[in-house]
Nanobody
Framework: QLQLGESGGGLVQAGGPRGPSCAASGRTSTNDAMGWFRQAAGKGREFVATISISGGGTYYADSVKGRFTISSDNAKTTMYLQMNSLKSEDTAVYYC????????????????WGQGTQVTVSS
């Protein structure tokens, strides 16, 4: 079984950077692709970014392209999300997720989830 755990959320001023991370443990051989999703209060879970752990390819939602950067270590144990130029609409609980094989952008395609970390952007 693969376990995921996020950290690095918190309160940040608009325009500022924040960099949550996701630690993977257990059967890390199952996380060929990892992704970040977010869920604002009263809304559904939204795709943010995804990365192929072995190939390094990345894909971003239009709303974060150019501001956020997803990365991981080659050991498949840690994934990062560097968030710059934060806006109030980026306020949400950020979740990391993992799946086998290729990257994906919809929540139901992911098999493993972390518990989430709150990021609040103050204006």
């Amino acid at each position: 079984q693969l376990q995921l755990g996020e950290s690095g959320g918190g309160l940040v001023q608009a325009g500022g950077p924040r960099g949550p991370s996701c630690a993977a443990s257990g059967r890390t051989s199952t996380n060929d692709a990892m992704g970040w999703f977010r869920q604002a209060a009263g809304k559904g879970r939204e795709f943010v970014a995804t990365i192929s752990i072995s190939g390094g390819g990345t894909y971003y939602a239009d709303s974060v392209k150019g501001r956020f950067t997803i990365s991981s270590d080659n050991a498949k144990t840690t994934m990062y999300l560097q968030m710059n130029s934060l806006k109030s609409e980026d306020t949400a609980v950020y979740y990391c997720a993992a799946r086998k094989l290729i990257v994906a952008i919809t929540p139901h395609e992911y098999d493993y989830w972390g518990q989430g970390t709150q990021v609040t952007v103050s204006s």
